[in-house]
């Protein structure tokens, strides 16, 4: 598979902080990448220095087989870019507004209307960007990353201060974009984000990658223990923690929890007893990845 972003041994300090401290990374054409990690982690500089809007201190980085920095003009119409502060040009509606960025482009007009569709601003088209509210200017702000038809996107944090509603909304969005056949490369604090979204995500802390891979097979390698949940009283605690494989059970007043690194004798002896009402399995998530990695809860 063709390679659209690689990048080798980057570092980047801001007067006594080490920002970026030897990243290393390759994202494939077609690939939904994320960078994972909490506030600080680096990820917005390592996204700016691959973008071009940043010189790295060190290391070597090529997008789409080229240098991006110093500013690469080649390179412009091929990516698009939505940064963390989406700034527009003022009393534009949104439509003049994408118009204003395809003229940038030298790219016709025609697109503008099914980026509006895309990104589900039709019916706000004629109305001024500074009456959007968060989310609709953040799809807005995706679609002017768009309206060139660029290969490789790249989005920081697109959904930061989105209500959960919207946020799913642009899910849907982003994945569209990356179904149509384009890169896309997204920076996110939000565990729950880069599981649903990312074939793959390099989690990042304190300016370096600590682990890379699809989510499930990050979390599938820890091995760690499966929650199982019953409504309270479903079973004694003392029956729970008899059941085959059950390593602890915990009885809170709302629910029953069995907690096993082996799910299936478990539901099978609850299937047996006809106890399987209300059943909720709970599984590890990248956020217990983060916890294993460096022994720090997530707080993003
Ligand atoms: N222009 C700058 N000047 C000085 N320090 C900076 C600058 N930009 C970032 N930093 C520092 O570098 C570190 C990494 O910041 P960066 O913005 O890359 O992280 P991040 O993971 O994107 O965080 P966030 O999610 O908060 O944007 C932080 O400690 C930050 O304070």
Known sequence: MAQTISVRGLRKQYGDVQAVDG?????????FFGILGPNGAGKTTTLEIIEGLREADGGEVTVLGQPPWPRNKKLLPRI???????????RLTAREQLQTFSSLYGVSGRRIDAMLETVGLTDKADTRVE?????????????????????????DEPSAALDPQARRNLWDVLRDINTGGRTIVLTTH????????CDRVAIMDRGTILKMGPPAKLVRELDAAVRISLPSGALTEDEARAL?????????????????????????????????????????????????????????
């Open 23 to 31: 990243v290393s990374f390759e994202v494939d054409q077609g690939e």
């Open 80 to 90: 698009g870019v939505q940064l963390q502060a989406s700034s527009f040009f003022e």
């Open 131 to 155: 009456q959007l509210s968060g989310g609709q200017a953040q799809r807005l702000s995706i679609a002017c990353a768009l309206v060139h038809d660029p290969e490789l996107v790249f989005l």
């Open 190 to 197: 939000y565990m729950d984000e880069a599981e649903i979204l």
């Open 244 to 300: 085959p494989a059950a390593e602890a059970a915990a009885d809170d007043g709302v629910s029953l929890t069995v907690t096993t690194h082996d799910a299936s004798p478990v539901i099978s002896a609850l299937a047996e007893r006809r106890a399987l009402e209300g059943l909720q399995v709970h599984g590890a998530t990248l956020e217990d990845v983060f916890l294993e990695l460096t022994g720090r809860e997530y707080r993003a």
